[in-house]
């Protein structure tokens, strides 16, 4: 079983700037690509940034320039550096891992975190 738990998430100010971590664990041999979804209060969900186990991202247009995706050495932790926010950033941010999986059921799967709250006020 895998695990996924973010962290770093609270209320700042617009122009501010939050750091959110996401810890992987469980029965993993490798992890294929990591990533930031958000949805905010009455709105779809939407992909904000991913990285692959070759260190390719891609980032919403809405947060280029703002947000960085990155992954520890270990390739076990993602994090999403969040600078510039502004209100519409405000929403529920979930990790999310495709995972090979290191025990039976063998292949690839896909893990959710239980989410972390962003709040930005004006």
């Known amino acids: 079983q895998v695990q996924l738990v973010e962290s770093g998430g609270g209320l700042v100010q617009a122009g501010g700037s939050l750091r959110l971590s996401c810890a992987a664990s469980?029965?993993?041999?490798?992890?294929?690509?990591m990533g930031w979804y958000r949805q905010p209060p009455g709105k779809q969900s939407e992909m904000v940034a991913v990285i692959s186990s070759g260190g390719v991202t891609n980032y919403a247009d809405s947060v280029k320039g703002r947000f960085t995706i990155s992954r520890d050495s270990a390739e076990r932790t993602v994090y999403l550096q969040m600078n510039s926010l502004i209100p519409e950033d405000t929403a529920v941010y979930s990790c999310h891992a495709n995972v090979r999986s290191g025990k039976y059921p063998w292949g690839n799967s896909d893990y959710w975190g239980q989410g972390t709250h962003v709040t930005v006020s004006s």
């Open positions: 469980g029965s993993i041999l490798s992890i294929n690509v």
